[in-house]
């Protein structure tokens, strides 16, 4: 599966990398983003330029790609976005899920659109560990629905800087 990955990668020449590529490519100082890809809602968060904490930003209707686009350059522009993490909904014995695919696909369109580096992260329970973290707060369920997006994102990019950060 990894060669496929590979050779795909090589075909589209795109600005997809693996972790150790993605993290050699970053300035000390630098913001990052994080995506929680879903079919209608996707999830977004960014960190500060020290990379140390992962912020829920917004939450994304994707109607259409071109349109989610504009917006994801507007907020990579606005908050001088250095890398985008997206991440990979795969199994929990690794095997790749059924939306693992999908996660690709946009990482893939969004590398063709987009100038900054990009990898993907494994995001094993993101929506879980979010809603679960939500669970302590005094707050509604359809609130929590509301901010479950933006928050795996938050959980998606702490992981990953936690991660390239020890």
Same mark, same amino acid.
């Given at each position: ?97 059924? !939306? $693992?695919?999908?996660?690709?696909? *946009?990482?893939?369109? @969004?590398?063709? %659109?987009? &100038? ?5 992260? +494994?995001?094993?329970? !993101? $929506?879980?560990?979010?809603?679960? *973290?939500?669970?302590? @707060?005094?707050? %509604?369920? &359809? ?5 479950? +997006? ?17």
């Amino acid at each position: 599966m990894l060669i496929i990955q590979e050779i795909n990668v090589i075909r589209h020449n795109i600005n997809m990398l693996d972790i150790e590529d993605f993290k050699k490519k970053l300035e000390k100082k630098s913001r990052l983003l994080g995506i929680d890809p879903g079919r209608k809602r996707i999830g977004v968060a960014i960190c500060d330029e020290n990379k140390s904490i992962a912020t829920p930003y917004t939450t994304l209707i994707k109607d259409n790609f071109s349109e989610f686009l504009i917006k994801i350059k507007k907020i990579i522009s606005d908050n001088d976005i250095k890398g985008l993490i997206v991440g990979n909904p795969i199994n929990l014995d690794g095997s790749p899920s059924q !939306s $693992s695919q999908s996660a690709k696909d *946009l990482a893939i369109n @969004l590398s063709k %659109n987009i &100038s900054i580096p990009i990898t993907l992260w +494994d995001e094993r329970l !993101s $929506s879980e560990g979010s809603f679960r *973290l939500m669970g302590g @707060l005094d707050v %509604n369920s &359809s609130k929590k629905r509301e901010t479950l +997006d933006k928050n795996a994102a938050t959980f998606i990019l702490q992981g990953f800087i936690d991660y390239i950060n020890k």
